[in-house]
T-cell receptor, first 117, second 110 residues
């Protein structure tokens, strides 16, 4: 089981504020991901990274930005939060499992539930 | 990545085996079958994965049909803590993400 942490777990904030959601993993995984999930709905990939200084946008358009300066850290930033950003944000990381072939299993953090008033 | 079809909900009696089906008729030869579950909007939890052969670990067993067009996740002795949404996903190794779909909401009944 991978160790992956997200802070804060819950955040209630006013419109227009800048926020950063933290994600860290201690497994040395090269790949990291951010998903967005509304209650009862599917997960959607918004950002991913294959390593330090590598970031890409996912299938779901998002006004958030990410950075990957260190392998273990993949923060997500919203420059100006809006009520439409209210959602759960899930971070994940992955590496190949050499004993099981190139399966690239993703391990998820507990999530950050963001509410923008 | 191939699409999957799962029943939207299932019930299972506590202590009995829970058998969760998944159809993936358009799966290609290099796509793995993964199962995850999500308990009460927590982060999804990896359960098991496989390519062709049946697999078993401490959490569950995965049975993949010979033509690989469907699979079944088996929880051998369901407990109340197994109540969750279970996602069947097929994915190539080089893919960027897991397409979770809507999954099967499993309720374990006392």
């Amino acid at each position: 089981e991978a160790d992956i942490y997200q802070t804060p777990r819950y955040l209630v904030i006013g419109t227009g504020k800048k926020i950063t959601l933290e994600c860290s993993q201690t497994m040395g995984h090269d790949k990291m991901y951010w998903y967005q999930q509304d209650p009862g709905m599917e997960l959607h990939l918004i950002h991913y990274s294959y390593g330090v200084n590598s970031t890409e946008k996912g299938d779901l358009s998002s006004e958030s930005t990410v950075s990957r300066i260190r392998t273990e850290h993949f923060p997500l930033t919203l420059e100006s939060a809006r009520p439409s950003h209210t959602s759960q944000y899930l971070c994940a990381s992955s590496a190949y499992l050499p004993d099981q072939g190139p399966a690239d299993t993703q391990y998820f953090g507990p999530g950050t539930r963001l509410t923008v008033l | 990545d191939a699409k999957t079809t799962q029943p939207p909900s299932m019930d299972c009696a506590e202590g009995r085996a829970a058998n969760l089906p998944c159809n993936h008729s358009t799966i290609s030869g290099n796509e793995y079958v993964y199962w995850y579950r999500q308990i009460h909007s927590q982060g999804p939890q990896y359960i098991i994965h496989g390519l062709k052969n049946n697999e078993t670990n401490e959490m569950a067993s995965l049975i993949i049909t010979e033509d690989r067009k469907s699979s079944t996740l088996i929880l051998p002795h369901a407990t109340l803590r197994d109540t969750a949404v279970y996602y069947c996903i097929v994915r190539v190794v080089s893919g960027n993400q897991f397409y979770f779909g809507t999954g099967t909401s499993l309720t374990v009944i006392p």
